[in-house]
Antibody, heavy 122, light 111 residues
Framework: QVQLVQSGSELKQPGASVKVSCKAS????????MCWVRQAPGQGLQWMGW????????TYAQGFTGRFVFSLDTSVITAYLQISSLKAEDTAVYYC???????????????WGQGTLVTVSS | QSVLTQPPSVSGAPGQRVTISCTGS?????????VHWYQQLPGTAPKLLIY???NRPSGVPDRFSGSKSGTSASLAITGLQAADEADYYC???????????FGTGTKLTVL
């Protein structure tokens, strides 16, 4: 069965960086995109963007350019989200999710990781 | 603020039918882009409930159904159960943003 297993919670100081991992199993990794979604405490879902697992090309949503980087290591079937220059407002749960049709206008996510809580606090 | 607006909350008694609306514009739902729906149970990751307006993934009960008309879409839940108490989100592509967007989310309370 499809599984996306994310790395554990992180506590970081403002200005630091964090790298969240998302290990996939149960399907052909390069046949689907990998999406990233943010959920701040008590808030709704925010689309961050996606990465093409064939080419490694990332696409970032508005508001998630500059400090956010999506990457892959296909040798270990893992996607990564790195956030630099962390701010208090980056405190959130970050989800990876398998994406379908993300190169078209009908992108959706049919399997989700369990989420990684990133807390930014001094 | 999202370009897709949902009511903050809806409620219903067990066994009843409820609907959750997702109101967009000519740059998203009204342009013909597909709408997808997710269910997020308390403390868990979202789960795909409906894709491409009306389709249910394998394992999703037929008590859940989706529809779309004009610049809006709706999720209907019949035979309401306590286990349906969750947050529900719509999602669609928006041409102004150049990518997908989630709705504002709706909290369903089963009375």
């Amino acid at each position: 069965q499809v599984q996306l297993v994310q790395s554990g919670s992180e506590l970081k100081q403002p200005g630091a960086s964090v790298k969240v991992s998302c290990k996939a199993s149960g399907y052909t990794f390069t046949s689907y995109a990998m999406c990233w979604v943010r959920q701040a405490p008590g808030q709704g879902l925010q689309w961050m963007g996606w990465i093409n697992t064939n080419t490694g090309k990332p696409t970032y949503a508005q508001g998630f350019t500059g400090r956010f980087v999506f990457s892959l290591d296909t040798s270990v079937i893992t996607a990564y989200l790195q956030i630099s220059s962390l701010k208090a407002e980056d405190t959130a749960v970050y989800y990876c999710a398998r994406g379908k049709y993300c190169s078209s206008n009908s992108c959706y996510s049919d399997s989700w990781g369990q989420g990684t809580l990133v807390t930014v606090s001094s | 603020q999202s370009v897709l607006t949902q009511p903050p909350s809806v409620s219903g008694a067990p066994g009843q039918r409820v609907t959750i609306s997702c109101t967009g514009s000519s740059s998203n739902i009204g342009a013909g882009y597909d709408v997808h729906w997710y269910q997020q149970l308390p403390g868990t990751a979202p789960k795909l409930l409906i894709y491409a307006n009306t389709n249910r993934p394998s394992g999703v009960p037929d008590r859940f159904s989706g529809s779309k008309s004009g610049t809006s879409a709706s999720l209907a839940i019949t035979g309401l159960q306590a286990a349906d108490e969750a947050d529900y989100y719509c999602q669609s592509y928006d041409s102004s943003l150049g990518g997908p967007e989630f709705g504002t989310g709706t909290k369903l309370t089963v009375l």
